[in-house]
């Protein structure tokens, strides 16, 4: 009766002996392979994550330099813009200041007569027109409220070229308003193109 428990004593130790011995065996083979896959996966995870910022990080920086080379190109083209309606308004202005003599009593500028002058305003008026239709296109808000101000302005020498108002008080209010309607132009140009060397002076001129 003593003989059957301690072999079946023994045939248990024996098992748990080899069940002890394969899991030394797992862990001795297997454990340092599953060590191996974890570095390459957090490798993998690693070169994943560093090919992502970079890529990124890459794309950020076009789109910064993108975004930047749209602003210089409009930028030029507002310049463009701003450039051409100052140009064809002081021919517009020139022309009127030369027809409206005779409300200076001293003046180095020669008259024009009206033969000649009128038609050459009815031209530079379309000019003018076309010009400030840049303007609203491309210009902004405050460039384009301060181009129509010098325009309206402008009308007002061209009507007393015409001689549709006659008043020489008139005129020179007229050319106190052209003048102060020229500045606010030009400030707010300069203010659009992020011009800041400081204000900008009074200007003195014929026109």
């Given at each position: ?34 060590e ?8 993998l995870f ?12 890459t ?46 009593q001293?003046?180095?500028?020669q ?63 007229a ?33």
């Open positions: 009766m003593t003989g059957a428990p301690v072999r079946q004593t023994a045939i248990f130790k024996r098992q748990h002996d080899e069940l002890l011995a394969k899991r030394r065996v797992y862990y001795l083979v297997l454990e340092p392979e599953m191996s896959w974890v570095v390459q996966l957090l490798t690693g070169v994943v994550v560093g090919a992502s910022a970079s890529f990124i990080s794309r950020l920086l076009e789109r910064s330099r993108w975004r930047r080379e749209e602003a210089l190109r409009w930028d030029s083209k507002r310049l463009e813009c701003y450039l051409d309606f100052a140009i064809a308004i002081s021919h517009y202005l020139t022309v009127g200041y030369r027809m409206t003599i005779e409300y200076r001293a003046t180095h500028v008259a024009l007569d009206a033969a000649i002058g009128l038609p050459e305003l009815a031209r530079l008026e379309g000019e003018v027109s076309e010009k400030l239709e840049q303007v609203r296109m491309l210009g902004s808000p405050e460039v384009v409220v301060a181009c129509q101000e010098w325009r309206r302005e402008a009308i007002r020498l061209d009507q007393l070229a015409r001689g549709t108002r006659d008043n020489t008080d008139e005129y020179e209010q050319t106190q308003a052209r003048r102060a309607a020229r500045k606010r132009f030009y400030s707010a140009v300069r203010a659009d193109l992020g011009i800041v060397s400081g204000e900008l002076p009074s200007l003195i001129d014929v026109a």
